[in-house]
């Protein structure tokens, strides 16, 4: 099936908030923010802003009615600042005009005290200065302390990974209307449409049922929308709530970049130990996340960290460690991947510190460590249906390694200026929401008595084609072609108590959800069929719009059963609700189950490097990736790509900076610099493993909107590879994004 947006897309007639028609006397929001990142606030002086003409009303804390707390896992934040503020950029007030321009010109006027407090802005500090959001988790498997006394070879070292900007084309924002007796529509730009539901009752101190949150599609969200949108979207309800009048919020860039958090920046500390046959024994890492100013996921994001500490790989002694240090930044929060890339991040990185300080290729300790069939992974959860070395010799033999890595030593002896690098990058990534309580959906389907069907789901459309996926599910099970099949909105009063589009796990759960009420309807079509037909229901089949015998073709339409349907006073509507059977996961033992699956692949990646310039260009990645029995390939070679670029983005050239005194300097995509088509790899390769695929992923078809992201970390070490191959002297870091500035110090550091 064809993307069923690819048609609006391209005509740009598909909807968003900004593009739905608001009421005529709808008014506009704008959020006033904190200029320091940590103090006391001692006056704000609104009278100017108030007096202008247009403004309406501007909203404090003080307005509130129900409770001042948006806080999802700890409430620890409040929506508008009361006497203290905590980062550069946190709400405030919430200012209300007749236009969009009116309310930007009383910000300007709103005047504002604080008494400063000392700022931190890096988890180093935090850690020292014992700052935190929560208590530290470890996760332990063996004895990595009498394991190390028994290693040929044991290396420390400290890396650190910075933050990512989700950069979604479609900024936050959201629409609110009032309706009858205290009821309010709100419209938002957020993968969580119950998150948002949930806080804003509580924010309003009125029932969730009185709130009714619809989501048409995002223009992105890469997990900055998972939290981040329920801000502005209960901002504009309490208004709402207090005029009775609509009001329309969506943040412009600038304020965007400010305001929300973003990716979590690492300093991570690792201790891995090796036998002289290159098996990884032992090995430690604390993690200290800088977590921003409020926990936000930032405790489910360090969680998943501890997850994917170990990669693809088996190491029987593990103690990892991950501490969420509270700074003054803006709570940093999901983004693809969530918390996962960090962890990978720093055992590639010790690999390779491993390697170099052995004086061998990363390439032979990776191929040595490789997760095998019941292995177990230190969370306690046992490997099966592993993929890691099925992938990695299928990259190798299709991509011809041994040839590749020839090619770039010759070249590299032959070449002074220019030199090429290339690394080898495995992935296996956990599919199901960490919290195991969270893995669970429903779907909602109509077949309307001309025949024509409904679908809704808690699912959010973001860009990943889910709408798609879910339709080719149904259609798959009634055999009737696409157009008659549609896909509502993401809607409360249709699915409620929904977990929010994420984990890369959302077409697993709603998908299943669908399967289960079409499979219900199908079961009840069947029984009216076979009574047209006179032949027994499991005889019957639907193919093609049509009833088919025994694999043989009937006159009978699907339109007529459905008539006949209606006839017999047969219900044509099915609810389902799936839930993930066997996971499970004890935080008190830090052991369990907690994935249905896991996702496996291997990256090639190979770079040139200029060593005049330190600028580098992405040959190729080539990528064999576990896709299990893909329902959609192209959506899902698109999924690779995409993350794969943001991956790339992450580790070379998107930088975000802070100066000390927690005022975000990459503010603009003048100083932020995201990947385009010139720094896009040249060649992608994308090949599906044969598999069998797991029952528990949708028609088997693995979930595939994260893990391809850390194909990405590759990139870092083939460049890497590449600064080595200039610079024998070059002490290895593990410092990313590794932006041209820094290739071009380590190229010629002494
Ligand atoms: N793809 C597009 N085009 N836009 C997005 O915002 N988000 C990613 C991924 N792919 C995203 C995307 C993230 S962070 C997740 S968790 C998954 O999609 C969520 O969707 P899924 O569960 O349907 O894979
Ligand atoms: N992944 C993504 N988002 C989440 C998770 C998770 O494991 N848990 C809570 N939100
Ligand atoms: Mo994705 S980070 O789980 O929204």
Same mark, same amino acid.
Request: proline share 4%; glycine share 8%; aromatic share 8%.
């Given at each position: 099936?064809?993307?069923?947006?690819?048609?609006?897309?391209?005509?740009?007639?598909?909807?968003?908030?900004?593009?739905?028609?608001?009421?005529?006397?709808?008014?506009?929001?704008?959020?006033?923010?904190?200029?320091?990142?940590?103090?006391?606030?001692?006056?704000?002086?609104?009278?100017?802003?108030?007096?202008?003409?247009?403004?309406?009303?501007?909203?404090?804390?003080?307005?509130?009615?129900?409770?001042?707390?948006?806080?999802?896992?700890?409430?620890?934040?409040?929506?508008?600042?009361?006497?203290?503020?905590?980062?550069?950029?946190?709400?405030?007030?919430?200012?209300?005009?007749? =236009?969009?321009?009116?309310?930007?010109?009383?910000?300007?006027?709103?005047?504002?005290?604080?008494?400063?407090?000392?700022?931190?802005?890096?988890?180093?500090?935090?850690?020292?200065?014992?700052?935190?959001?929560?208590?530290?988790?470890?996760?332990?498997?063996?004895?990595?302390?009498?394991?190390?006394?028994?290693?040929?070879?044991?290396?420390?070292?400290?890396?650190?990974?910075?933050?990512?900007?989700?950069?979604?084309?479609?900024?936050?924002?959201?629409?609110?209307?009032?309706?009858?007796?205290?009821?309010?529509?709100?419209?938002?730009?957020?993968?969580?449409?119950?998150?948002?539901?949930?806080?804003?009752?509580?924010?309003?101190?009125?029932?969730?049922?009185?709130?009714?949150?619809?989501?048409?599609?995002?223009?992105?969200?890469?997990?900055?929308?998972?939290?981040?949108?329920?801000?502005?979207?209960?901002?504009?309800?309490?208004?709402?709530?207090?005029?009775?009048?609509?009001?329309?919020?969506?943040?412009?860039?600038?304020?965007?970049?400010?305001?929300?958090?973003?990716?979590?920046?690492?300093?991570?500390?690792?201790?891995?130990?090796?036998?002289?046959?290159?098996?990884?024994?032992?090995?430690?890492?604390?993690?200290?996340?800088?977590?921003?100013?409020?926990?936000?996921?930032?405790?489910?994001?360090?969680?998943?960290?501890?997850?994917?500490?170990?990669?693809?790989?088996?190491?029987?002694?593990?103690?990892?460690?991950?501490?969420?240090?509270?700074?003054?930044?803006?709570?940093?929060?999901?983004?693809?991947?969530?918390?996962?890339?960090?962890?990978?991040?720093?055992?590639?990185?010790?690999?390779?510190?491993?390697?170099?300080?052995?004086?061998?290729?990363?390439?032979?300790?990776?191929?040595?460590?490789?997760?095998?069939?019941?292995?177990?992974?230190?969370?306690?959860?046992?490997?099966?249906?592993?993929?890691?070395?099925?992938?990695?010799?299928?990259?190798?033999?299709?991509?011809?390694?041994?040839?590749?890595?020839?090619?770039?030593?010759?070249?590299?002896?032959?070449?002074?200026?220019?030199?090429?690098?290339?690394?080898?990058?495995?992935?296996?990534?956990?599919?199901?929401?960490?919290?195991?309580?969270?893995?669970?959906?429903?779907?909602?389907?109509?077949?309307?008595?001309?025949?024509?069907?409904?679908?809704?789901?808690?699912?959010?459309?973001?860009?990943?084609?889910?709408?798609?996926?879910?339709?080719?599910?149904?259609?798959?099970?009634?055999?009737?072609?696409?157009?008659?099949?549609?896909?509502?909105?993401?809607?409360?009063?249709?699915?409620?108590?929904?977990?929010?589009?994420?984990?890369?796990?959302?077409?697993?759960?709603?998908?299943?959800?669908?399967?289960?009420?079409?499979?219900?309807?199908?079961?009840?079509?069947?029984?009216?069929?076979?009574?047209?037909?006179?032949?027994?229901?499991?005889?019957?089949?639907?193919?093609?719009?049509?009833?088919?015998?025994?694999?043989?073709?009937?006159?009978?339409?699907?339109?007529?059963?459905?008539?006949?349907?209606?006839?017999?006073?047969?219900?044509?509507?099915?609810?389902?609700?799936?839930?993930?059977?066997?996971?499970?996961?004890?935080?008190?033992?830090?052991?369990?189950?907690?994935?249905?699956?896991?996702?496996?692949?291997?990256?090639?990646?190979?770079?040139?490097?200029?060593?005049?310039?330190?600028?580098?260009?992405?040959?190729?990645?080539?990528?064999?990736?576990?896709?299990?029995?893909?329902?959609?390939?192209?959506?899902?070679?698109?999924?690779?790509?995409?993350?794969?670029?943001?991956?790339?983005?992450?580790?070379?050239?998107?930088?975000?900076?802070?100066?000390?005194?927690?005022?975000?300097? =990459?503010?603009?995509?003048?100083?932020?610099?995201?990947?385009?088509?010139?720094?896009?790899?040249?060649?992608?390769?994308?090949?599906?493993?044969?598999?069998?695929?797991?029952?528990?992923?949708?028609?088997?078809?693995?979930?595939?909107?994260?893990?391809?992201?850390?194909?990405?970390?590759?990139?870092?070490?083939?460049?890497?590879?590449?600064?080595?191959?200039?610079?024998?002297?070059?002490?290895?870091?593990?410092?990313?994004?590794?932006?041209?500035?820094?290739?071009?110090?380590?190229?010629?550091?002494?």
């Amino acid at each position: 099936m064809k993307n069923i947006d690819s048609y609006t897309h391209l005509r740009g007639e598909s909807l968003f908030v900004d593009d739905i028609m608001i009421r005529q006397d709808a008014l506009f929001g704008l959020c006033f923010d904190s200029p320091k990142a940590h103090g006391k606030i001692k006056k704000v002086d609104y009278t100017k802003a108030a007096a202008l003409q247009g403004v309406v009303r501007i909203f404090t804390y003080k307005d509130i009615l129900g409770e001042n707390q948006i806080g999802g896992i700890i409430p620890d934040e409040p929506l508008w600042a009361e006497d203290e503020v905590h980062f550069w950029g946190q709400p405030i007030a919430f200012i209300v005009a007749e =236009s969009e321009a009116i309310a930007k010109k009383a910000r300007a006027l709103i005047c504002i005290e604080i008494e400063e407090l000392p700022v931190i802005t890096t988890a180093k500090e935090a850690k020292e200065k014992g700052s935190f959001i929560n208590a530290p988790r470890s996760f332990e498997l063996g004895n990595t302390k009498t394991s190390f006394a028994n290693c040929d070879y044991v290396f420390e070292g400290e890396t650190f990974s910075n933050g990512q900007e989700h950069l979604y084309l479609e900024t936050q924002g959201c629409y609110v209307e009032p309706k009858e007796n205290g009821t309010l529509k709100i419209t938002s730009s957020t993968q969580g449409p119950t998150q948002v539901q949930k806080t804003a009752a509580k924010v309003l101190g009125i029932p969730m049922h009185k709130i009714e949150v619809d989501v048409i599609r995002l223009g992105g969200g890469f997990g900055g929308k998972e939290d981040q949108a329920t801000p502005w979207a209960v901002m504009a309800a309490v208004a709402v709530q207090l005029l009775n009048r609509p009001v329309k919020y969506i943040l412009n860039r600038h304020d965007d970049l400010r305001m929300t958090g973003k990716r979590h920046p690492y300093n991570s500390f690792f201790k891995i130990g090796l036998s002289k046959d290159l098996k990884i024994q032992a090995f430690e890492v604390e993690f200290l996340q800088n977590s921003g100013a409020a926990a936000d996921l930032s405790p489910a994001i360090a969680e998943r960290t501890l997850f994917h500490a170990t990669n693809s790989y088996f190491i029987p002694n593990v103690h990892t460690t991950v501490f969420s240090c509270k700074t003054n930044l803006p709570p940093n929060t999901a983004f693809r991947g969530f918390g996962g890339p960090q962890g990978m991040y720093v055992i590639e990185s010790a690999i390779a510190a491993a390697a170099d300080n052995i004086g061998i290729d990363k390439i032979n300790i990776q191929e040595a460590n490789l997760l095998k069939e019941n292995d177990s992974f230190s969370y306690g959860q046992i490997a099966t249906e592993v993929q890691a070395e099925k992938t990695w010799k299928t990259a190798k033999e299709k991509f011809d390694l041994k040839t590749l890595q020839k090619e770039v030593a010759d070249y590299n002896t032959n070449n002074h200026q220019t030199k090429k690098g290339i690394s080898v990058m495995p992935i296996a990534f956990g599919i199901s929401f960490t919290n195991t309580p969270m893995n669970h959906a429903r779907a909602l389907i109509h077949i309307y008595q001309d025949g024509s069907v409904g679908v809704s789901t808690g699912a959010v459309e973001m860009g990943q084609s889910v709408n798609t996926k879910m339709l080719q599910v149904a259609q798959d099970i009634f055999g009737i072609s696409a157009d008659k099949l549609k896909l509502e909105s993401t809607n409360t009063t249709r699915v409620a108590n929904t977990s929010p589009t994420a984990a890369s796990a959302t077409a697993d759960l709603n998908g299943k959800a669908v399967e289960m009420a079409c499979n219900n309807l199908m079961e009840r079509l069947q029984k009216v069929a076979s009574k047209l037909l006179y032949v027994k229901p499991e005889n019957i089949t639907f193919q093609n719009d049509t009833v088919f015998v025994d694999g043989k073709k009937t006159m009978i339409s699907w339109e007529a059963v459905i008539a006949q349907a209606m006839l017999e006073r047969v219900a044509l509507t099915e609810n389902a609700h799936y839930a993930t059977p066997i996971i499970h996961f004890d935080k008190t033992k830090e052991k369990g189950h907690p994935f249905a699956y896991h996702v496996y692949g291997t990256a090639i990646t190979s770079i040139t490097l200029d060593c005049l310039r330190g600028t580098y260009e992405i040959d190729a990645v080539n990528i064999v990736h576990d896709f299990g029995k893909s329902m959609n390939l192209g959506i899902d070679i698109g999924q690779v790509e995409g993350a794969l670029a943001q991956g790339i983005g992450w580790m070379t050239m998107e930088e975000i900076a802070y100066d000390t005194n927690g005022k975000l300097l =990459s503010n603009t995509l003048s100083t932020y610099k995201v990947p385009d088509i010139f720094s896009a790899a040249k060649k992608v390769n994308v090949l599906p493993l044969e598999t069998e695929g797991n029952p528990m992923a949708i028609k088997k078809s693995k979930a595939v909107g994260e893990p391809p992201l850390m194909y990405g970390i590759g990139t870092y070490f083939a460049i890497q590879h590449a600064v080595k191959a200039f610079n024998k002297n070059h002490k290895l870091q593990f410092n990313s994004p590794f932006t041209p500035e820094k290739v071009l110090m380590s190229l010629y550091e002494k």
